[in-house]
């Protein structure tokens, strides 16, 4: 067959109520006469570097048909806000019939990059990605889970241990989530924080979201022996083994400290002695809710760092950093063309410390990072909401 010459994209709302200047914002045109509908039920998509070919059904996202068909291809939000699976169009047309490609700013899309998460093809497709061989032969499954502990560990922060049915493993890699399953197709993403060698039990790290429906639940209502449903594992976020003379700069903020601590531990676990830095950024020392375990980890062994940041009160124990903590990173590494930084907490310090970062030669391809996003399903309905 061959393929299209020709490179586009369209944006359009499938009858949900998409905010009108945020579409004008992302508006993009179609080259030629504008968009062809096709008649097609499934298009091919070839990823040029490695010539990998699968197929994507109507309806289906780039990357969800990637994923059924076994080829990896780097993910994390899965609603087009985080960034992570940008992709870009060599030849054919997409087009983003759910969310907006919120991650992708107007020069993005002019240059022909796109979010595999949301784009379906209209057309058979050539692209540039980066596959993941490292999780590709990790089942996810679905499994009932046992709530074990539940434990207040700040006082917006919850640390769940979850059960799994006995014999039962969950294969992971450090750094990666699982979803939690929830009634009406809803799902609600949390990174384990517990390392792979404790197969048969997770832990996770649950802030309180203002307003939030199964946060607030789990602070509320859930209570030990409770049965939760889970997905996973899920995400690319995991610790990569390519280039290991290169030190690692780990970042987080406020929960973000889950995946860092499952990577730490797994790291620690495997006799790993790469220099690594962790640096945790939150509001108040009282916020780095289990500050005492970094601390311990940076006393015990020398190639550990460990640099809390707080930035709405003043530091007193002399060794910590009074800011936000991406200014801590940079306070101490002006120049991070020589480091792997793993970063993973609330979006708005991912957006700002991915630019910040990449001024400080920082390559793109040694950034891997989880932002914290809300549901798929929020988007929509805030967006929804007659405004
Ligand atoms: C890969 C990944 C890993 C994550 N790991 C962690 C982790 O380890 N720990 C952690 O704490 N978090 C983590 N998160 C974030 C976590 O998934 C979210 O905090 C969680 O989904 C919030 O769920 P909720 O049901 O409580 O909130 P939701 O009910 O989904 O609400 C979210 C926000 O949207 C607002 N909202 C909802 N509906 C509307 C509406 N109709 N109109 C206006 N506003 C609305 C709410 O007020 C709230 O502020 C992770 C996220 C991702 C993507
Ligand atoms: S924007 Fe696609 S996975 Fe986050």
Redesign the pocket.
């Known amino acids: 067959m061959t393929l299209p010459t020709r490179q586009s994209q369209r944006l359009a709302g499938s009858g949900v109520g998409f905010d009108r200047q945020m579409l004008d914002n992302r508006r993009f045109t179609a080259s030629g006469s504008g968009h062809r509908e096709s008649s097609l039920s499934e298009f091919r998509v070839k990823i040029s570097s490695s010539g990998t070919e699968f197929l994507v059904k109507a309806g289906e996202s780039i990357l969800n048909a990637a994923l059924r068909q076994g080829v990896m291809l780097p993910y994390?939000?899965k609603n087009g806000t985080?960034g992570s699976c940008k992709g870009h169009i060599e030849t054919g047309e997409v087009h983003y019939p759910f969310n907006p490609p919120m991650a992708l700013e107007r020069s993005d899309i002019a240059a022909g990059d796109t979010l595999l998460c949301q784009a379906e093809p209209l057309e058979d497709l050539v692209i540039t990605a980066r596959e993941i061989e490292a999780v590709k032969d990790i089942p996810v499954r679905m499994l009932p889970v046992r709530v074990i502990d539940k434990a207040l560990l700040a006082e917006n922060v919850m640390r769940l241990r979850l059960r799994l049915p006995s014999g039962q493993r969950l294969q992971f890699l450090a750094g990666q989530?699982i979803d939690i399953l929830l009634p009406g197709n809803k799902r609600?993403?949390?990174?384990i924080?517990s390392a792979p060698g404790l197969e048969d039990e997770i832990e996770?790290?649950?802030?309180h979201?203002?307003?939030?429906?199964?946060?607030?639940w789990v602070f509320d209502d859930l209570k030990e022996r409770d049965i939760l449903r889970i997905e996973g594992p899920l995400?690319t976020f995991f610790v990569r083994n390519d280039q290991p003379q290169r030190p690692i700069i780990m970042m987080g903020g406020g929960?973000g400290f889950?995946?860092l601590k499952s990577m730490m531990e797994d790291l620690l676990a495997h006799g790993d002695t790469r220099p690594v830095h962790l640096f945790w950024g939150a509001r108040t020392t009282a916020e780095l809710y289990l500050g005492d375990l970094p601390r311990q980890w940076a006393a015990k062994y020398e190639h550990i760092q460990f640099t809390p940041a707080v930035s709405d009160e003043a530091v007193t124990s002399g060794t910590g950093f009074a800011g936000v903590v991406h200014d801590a990173v940079l306070a101490e590494y002006p120049d991070l063309s020589q480091h792997d930084v793993y970063m993973s907490g609330p979006p708005a310090m991912i957006d700002t410390a991915k630019p910040a970062f990449m001024e400080h030669s920082l390559p793109q391809n040694r950034l891997f990072y989880?932002?914290?996003?809300?549901?798929l399903d929020?988007p929509v309905?805030?967006l929804a909401?007659p405004h």
């Not at 996770?204 to 802030?207: D, P, Q």
């Not at 989880?370 to 549901?375: A, N």
């Open positions: 994390s939000c985080c989530y609600r993403a949390f990174s924080a996770l790290h649950v802030r979201v203002e307003g939030g429906g199964f946060t607030g995400g929960t889950a995946p989880d932002s914290f996003e809300f549901g929020v309905r805030i909401k």
